[in-house]
């Protein structure tokens, strides 16, 4: 017995500054959770004092943070030098546990859920004026009915100021090489969107985007490691990679985060602005290219009227020739003044209108061109050969945002451009030629002479 109250009944797991215990509220008679906390080392009655009193301050917020994806607080005690929070009692069986029960992954659709929830117990968590800084599969657990909840709540509190708290492997790389830069709310939110990432990575691909056989092994693939190429991701694969961006500047907001898991959690394709361009490495000036760039509206509506416009021409056309056999010479004067005219003119806007919309396609995908030569300027360098004009037309074409029609296409084709843009990417253009090589030679052929 603690506190007078809870019956102490197994003990569920211990760490570094904690023991969990399986416990029973004798006076509310439900099942609840204590975590009885003792501070890293042996502080002095000054760093005790303030460590209990930061302690205290964030308890009281937490239990006031009532949210169906955090687990609740019900309880501070502190009696004989103990001190213990009780806590919500959930199925114990993490995210982790479920991994492994099916099979070491799971699939699109649930994994988008899972993040969805943690996601949003996250964001309240940081309204709430609180950071996490541990999260990974390990601290999500899961309500009777199913949703998720985002635990272990108290992480960064039991640490001095200044300190790094946190499993490495999750941890964002600028924890690592700059632990003053995440001090902000702001700043703290994108490491902790950093770990989401890692944690969907490990959920829908079996396995943590960077590992080590030792904790300096592991912190280095998380400063300078790309995470291995993503092979059952699907439509979270852009997400994801969002998440996992080194720069926190430029890693997806919570936000766009939540826009494109939401739409992966109902099973549709990712509709979020910039959700295609994120499924490639996109180059630097990317976002300036398409904030300048006129929108594709009009020249998509012109392009799909030219078609329309041809065929009513034609229709005219040909009405006009099955008519002539029956004109008789002096009939001529019968036919309406206006239809050589509007036969022309209709032909005349189809071709303005392909012209024009195929003139905005070409000057977008200039831009993005521009954007991968940032340097180039008015006269730079453009593509040196086929291979290279090839290669960034097609990353080019593909980076820029696509109507709903085109995003709607079924994954296995979005997934062969994907793969086709890894290939042209790690292909990179061609070998350059020999100096003096004649450009239009080739090898001779057998049985030609040379």
């Not at 009780?86 to 982790?96: C, G, I, K, P, T």
């Not at 700059?178 to 939110?189: D, H, I, K, Q, Y």
């Given at each position: 017995m603690i506190g007078g109250r809870y019956q102490l009944r197994a003990r569920m797991g211990r760490g570094g500054m904690s023991v969990v215990w399986d416990a029973y509220d004798v006076l509310l008679g439900r099942p609840v959770v204590v975590k009885e906390l003792t501070p890293d080392g042996d502080p002095d009655p000054e760093a005790y004092t303030r460590w209990l009193g930061r302690l205290r301050r964030e308890v009281r917020v937490l239990a006031s943070t009532l949210h169906r994806h955090l687990?609740?607080?019900?309880?501070?005690?502190?009696?004989?030098?103990?001190?213990?929070?009780?806590?919500?009692?959930?199925?114990?069986?993490?995210?982790?546990?479920?991994?492994?029960?099916?099979?070491?992954?799971?699939?699109v659709t649930e994994t988008a859920r899972i993040g969805l929830e943690v996601l949003r117990g996250l964001r309240a968590l940081y309204a709430a004026g609180m950071a996490h800084g541990d999260v990974k599969p390990r601290n999500v657990l899961f309500r009777p009915d199913g949703p998720a909840v985002l635990v272990d709540q108290l992480g960064l509190t039991f640490a001095d100021e200044g300190g790094v708290v946190g499993t490495p492997a999750y941890m964002a790389p600028e924890r690592f090489t700059?632990?003053?830069?995440?001090?902000?709310?702001?700043?703290?939110?994108k490491a902790d969107l950093w770990s989401?990432?890692?944690t969907l990575y490990e959920v829908v691909e079996g396995h943590a985007p960077f590992q080590g056989l030792t904790v300096g092994e592991v912190m280095s693939a998380v400063r300078s490691a790309p995470p291995p190429p993503m092979r059952y991701a699907g439509a979270l694969r852009p997400l994801i990679e969002g998440l996992l961006v080194k720069a926190p500047e430029r890693r997806l907001t919570a936000d766009e985060a939540e826009a494109l898991l939401r739409d992966s959690a109902r099973g549709e394709p990712m509709s979020a602005p910039g959700a295609e361009a994120a499924a490639l490495p996109a180059p630097a000036g990317a976002a300036e290219a398409m904030q300048s760039a006129p929108r594709v509206s009009g020249a998509g509506g012109a392009g799909a009227l030219a078609p329309i416009v041809v065929v009513l021409g034609i229709l005219l056309a040909v009405s006009g020739a099955l008519a002539l056999p029956s004109l008789t010479p002096g009939s001529w004067d019968d036919v309406p003044g206006w239809v050589g005219p509007g036969c022309l003119g209709l032909l005349w806007l189809a071709l303005a209108a392909r012209g024009f919309a195929s003139a905005r396609q070409r000057d977008r995908q200039a831009r993005w061109l521009d954007a991968l030569h940032p340097d180039a300027g008015e006269a730079g360098a453009r593509p040196a050969g086929p291979w290279q004009a090839l290669s960034e037309g097609y990353l080019a074409a593909l980076a820029m945002p696509q109507p709903a029609v085109r995003r709607a296409r079924r994954p296995v084709e979005r997934e062969m451009e994907r793969d086709m843009a890894d290939f042209l990417t790690a292909l990179g253009p061609p070998p350059p030629r020999a100096a003096g090589a004649d450009p239009t030679s080739r090898p001779d052929r057998p049985g030609e002479a040379p």
């Open positions: 687990a609740a607080i019900y309880d501070l005690g502190e009696s004989e030098g103990r001190v213990w929070i009780v806590m919500e009692r959930l199925d114990q069986r993490s995210l982790a546990d479920r991994i492994g029960d099916r099979g070491g992954r799971l699939g700059s632990p003053s830069v995440p001090a902000t709310a702001e700043g703290m939110l989401l990432g890692v």
